[in-house]
């Protein structure tokens, strides 16, 4: 990925991954932080949020036994996480934080 500042790709996938909200990475080049939009985060997040809690939903109502909710769970954030890697590859840019 570019940098805002020095537009030199100084960030891989891995690097964005991990950036949120509030937490931004140093350029390797130009040495000045680099974050992304909070908003976009949020919304890039929202399908692993929703997933997780109508797995778990699915297996409270359809079994009513721990370990239907903790596997239907797990099966709604593994879902979540297929939608959301993506989705926060393409949708959240990288900025400038104020």
Do not use: M
Request: proline share 6%.
């Amino acid at each position: 990925y570019q940098c805002p500042w020095c537009n030199k790709k100084s960030f891989s996938f891995w690097d964005k991954q991990t950036l949120g909200p509030h937490k931004t990475l140093e350029c390797r080049s130009c040495r000045r932080s680099v974050g992304v939009r909070w908003d976009r985060a949020q919304v890039a997040a929202a399908p692993l949020v929703a997933l997780c809690f109508l797995g778990l939903i699915v297996g409270k109502v359809l079994f009513a036994t721990l370990s239907a909710v903790l596997l239907f769970g797990w099966l709604g954030a593994t879902l979540g996480f297929l939608i959301t890697g993506p989705l926060y590859h393409f949708y959240v840019p990288l900025e400038k934080p104020e």
